[in-house]
């Protein structure tokens, strides 16, 4: 006896669009076939509709422990699933920061029972927390964050030997926030000099420049190739690094990459309407960089589509320039933007597919995920692509209660959401109960 069984699915899966049934049972996908004939105990007729293996975002911060008046593990992973994101990958700069495997294991503690989406955290870097990195047991987190330029929380790594040390240490994935601080720095200066307190948020793009991430992200580079280093740079922003970085499949890989879905949809245009909604590190560029990004998508430079997640609350969002905080929360919407592309003619369903879930499996080698293939876990989305969402302050399940997208349309709807095989949101609302699992990575 099956415990659901998906008829009729648009099955959208490496590379291909076929449509089948999908028989579930004990959490996994047991059976794919063009048709099932096998009792079930509840059929869902998708109709035609897209069944897309769940986006794995591998950026979010949800803001536990220490930062919960901005977020928290189980609203942001209820706002995730709702937007058919069935597991995410959490970054260090909390309070504590995540450093060692003390302060890691706590967040798998605060995550258990209480998030709808399967989770991981990374493993922080500091200037001075080289040992740990040393010891660290690559079962226990899907990689080690850089920041190689300074961003919400204070985790700057800049000591050069020490980076030198992580790079040559490191057994697993690395990834990095690139952004060169001192460029930054002097540009703060200098803009505070010429404007004062409160400059245009548009601004933002030349104070954050793209110099200062070209730097930054080739030294990562750099440093990965002399050390032989496995390297994902988080959320490029220019043109320009788009060539630090070879096309084709992500498996054949030393050095990967990513692009975020604010990055492919705003633009430095956004800045005088959306002000500090959009402010964030690395800052949104312009026109010709989001084409240049969507083109690298497309050619395989860019490996992984993800959100960086960062919410904070509206009165510190209120605020003048340098008070603003960085960071904007999305995944309620990052795959309904992506969908919305597809439907602008930017990518192919494959492509988003690829993007959002197949090569963080593969990249971060977790086990069992990511695919929808028989003895997969069921993380599974079901898609609309005929239906609208309009986006409205009342839908938002963030703790911060806002958008960048508030007021937008997308053409598309997240019908359901399955995470485990158990249905979590029903296209209306969240159902069930919050039973994320911590992934597990088939590393040798
Ligand atoms: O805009 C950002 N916000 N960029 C980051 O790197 C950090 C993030 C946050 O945590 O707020």
Redesign the pocket.
Known sequence: MLDLLITNARVVNEGQVQTLDVGIRDGRIERLASHIDQPARETLDANGRHLLPGMMDDQV?FREPGLTHKADMASESAAAVAGGITSFME?P?VRPPTLDAATLEAKYELARERAWANYAFYHGASNDNLEAIKALDPSTTCGIKI?MGA???NMLVDAPQTLESIFANASIPVVT?CEDTPMVQAREQAYRERYGEDLPFRLHGEIRSREACLKSSGMAVDLARRHGTRLHVLHLTTAEEMALFEPGPVENKQITAEACVHHLWFSDEDYDHLGSFIK??PAIKTPADRDAIRAAVNEGRIDIVAT?H?P?TLSEKNNSYFAA???MPLVQHALLSLLEQVHQGNFTLETVVEKTSHNVARRFEVADRGFIREGCFADLVLVDMTRDTHVERESLLYKCGWSPFEGTTFRARIEATFVNGQRVWDGQQLVGVPAGQRLTYRRS
């Open positions: 911060h970054m700069n920041f961003s919400t929380g926030h964030c590190n960086d960062a904070h905080p960085s960071g």
